[in-house]
């Protein structure tokens, strides 16, 4: 019942773009997305409501395919602040059920 | 300052005895989740509440339990019966409809000798 996440890891050059995926095999309400620093809790960046809605906060972005059971986090012009491990979370029905992926570590280096 | 407190923040137990986690919250939010993460691993879920009195097991539910007597708390406990219990373990809140964010707690690192 968890999502998939791909790729990884992934290792950039500030100012280097960076797209992560999350794919669901069962139909989707939601999707979350959240980043975390080492030893830290996750903190949240967005939602994504089913009806293949877009949303973005300066140069992170996302997408939702429902029909696809997708969602991907377009990170632009990468910042050092953006190093840390992403999880998308999602949700199959109003449940309240959420489920992680394993997470895609994302390193930028100066 | 509203948010979702857990004690402590490191835990130290012996094989063979049962512990309990705190995870307070003061956010009025009628969903609480309990959470175990491995290292390089994701966030697994172990359970979930949604109102008092009232909760679900997750995906890795075995060798836990917990509680839900009011509203601010879910404490888990963690049973000699879970054989491999050493993880991160993280605690979640939110309001009882789905498109509402999940605030986490800090997190409690679980050792077991």
């Known amino acids: 019942q968890q999502p998939v996440q791909s790729p990884q890891a992934v290792i950039l050059r500030e100012g280097e773009d960076a797209v992560i995926n999350c794919s669901s095999s069962k139909a989707l309400y939601s999707v979350h997305w959240y980043r975390q620093k080492h030893g830290e809790a996750p903190v949240f960046l967005m939602i994504l409501l089913k009806g293949g809605e877009q949303k973005g906060h300066e140069k992170i972005s996302a997408s939702f395919n429902e029909k696809k059971q997708q969602s991907s986090l377009y990170l632009t012009a990468s910042q050092l602040s953006y190093s840390g491990t992403y999880f998308c979370?999602?949700?199959?029905?109003?449940?309240?059920?959420?489920?992680f992926g394993a997470g895609t570590r994302l390193t930028v280096k100066p | 300052d509203g948010g979702i407190t857990q004690s402590p923040k490191y835990l130290f137990r012996k094989e063979g005895q049962n512990v309990t986690l705190s995870c307070e919250q003061n956010?009025?939010?009628?969903?609480m989740y309990w959470y175990r993460q491995d290292p390089g691993q994701g966030l697994r879920l172990i359970y979930y509440?949604?109102?008092?009195?009232?909760?679900q097991k997750g995906d890795i539910a075995e060798g836990y339990s917990v509680s839900r007597e009011k509203k601010e708390s879910f404490p888990l406990t963690v049973t000699s019966a879970q054989k491999n219990p050493t993880a991160f373990y993280l605690c979640a809140s939110r309001l009882a409809v789905s498109y509402n964010e999940q605030f986490f707690g800090p997190g409690t690192r679980l050792t077991v000798l």
């Open positions: 509440s949604q109102i008092v009195n009232d909760f």
């Open positions: 979370g999602t949700e199959g029905g109003n449940n309240n059920d959420m489920r």
């Open positions: 956010l009025n939010h009628d969903a």
